[in-house]
């Protein structure tokens, strides 16, 4: 069973910067998928970023490229998301989530967009980003 727990969540000025991690357990294959999604107040869930493990393979959705950087550490089981220069409609509670991966003629790929596509999932942790 796969089990997710993320931390590093908090409170910080615009302009700041969070880490935020997921320590990723029981998972049987070395290849996956593993999703940030991110859910403001009355607001629906949204991908973010992803990373197919053990490849040199992400995704960002427009909104956060360039500012956030996921990562994988091998050694720690955890999948990162570092988030630069947050701004306030970065607010809200973070997930992770891992899926399959998908393919398409041969090459692999993640779903960053489509929760539907994560069968696993963090219970969260809550980002707020003041102006």
């Known amino acids: 069973q796969v089990q997710l727990a993320e931390s590093g969540g908090g409170s910080v000025q615009a302009g700041g910067s969070l880490r935020l991690s997921c320590v990723v357990s029981g998972l049987t294959s070395s290849s996956i998928c593993v999703g940030w999604f991110r859910q403001a107040p009355g607001k629906e869930r949204e991908g973010i970023a992803s990373i197919l493990t053990n490849s040199g393979w992400s995704e960002y959705v427009d909104s956060v490229r360039g500012r956030f950087t996921i990562s994988q550490n091998v050694a720690e089981n955890t999948v990162n998301l570092q988030m630069d220069s947050l701004k306030s409609e970065d607010t809200g509670m973070y997930y992770c989530?891992?899926?399959?991966?998908?393919?398409?003629?041969?090459?692999?790929?993640?779903?960053?967009?489509?929760?539907?596509?994560?069968?696993?999932w963090g219970r969260g942790t809550q980002v707020t980003v003041s102006s």
């Open positions: 989530a891992t899926g399959a991966r998908k393919s398409f003629f041969g090459r692999y790929y993640c779903a960053t967009r489509t929760s539907a596509d994560y069968s696993s």
